[in-house]
């Protein structure tokens, strides 16, 4: 099971990145998959999450509207497009799966049941 985040870069506020997050050994339509991010002195927070087969996503408060999440299972590729980036959204940004026998509800978005984590993947907005 490999899980690779990239596409992180720097960009300036009201940008837009896309992030990808490229998996492999394991069927992706049956795992969901969250994006998290850390910035520097603070916890982990979790940004968005999909299901298995993409059809119902969540994401917290602070990106509604302006992050989208989505798979691609032919590519096997979760994507986070962002847009119009604060200087708040800066943190490296990780992709995880959430393993659905550990029997935690996924939605919550909150990497309890995640069992696999992608290396980070650096976001610094400037204002």
């Known amino acids: 099971v490999q899980l690779q985040a990239s596409g992180g870069g720097a960009v300036q506020a009201g940008g837009s990145l896309r992030l990808s997050c490229t998996t492999s050994?394991?069927?992706?339509?049956?795992?969901?998959i969250g994006w998290f991010r850390q910035a520097p002195g603070k916890e982990r927070e979790g940004v968005s999450c999909?299901?298995?087969?993409?059809?119902?996503?969540v994401y917290v408060d602070s990106v509604k509207g302006r992050f989208t999440i989505s798979k691609d299972l032919a590519k096997e590729t979760v994507y986070l497009e962002m847009n119009n980036l604060k200087s708040e959204d800066t943190a490296v940004y990780y992709c995880?799966?959430?393993?659905?026998?550990?029997?935690?509800?996924?939605?919550?978005?909150?990497?309890?049941?995640?069992?696999?984590w992608g290396q980070g993947t650096e976001v610094t907005v400037s204002s």
């Open positions: 050994g394991f069927p992706l339509e049956h795992y969901p």
């Open positions: 995880a799966r959430d393993n659905p026998w550990y029997g935690n509800d996924w939605s919550r978005c909150d990497g309890a049941g995640m069992d696999y």
């Open positions: 999909i299901d298995g087969n993409g059809a119902t996503t």
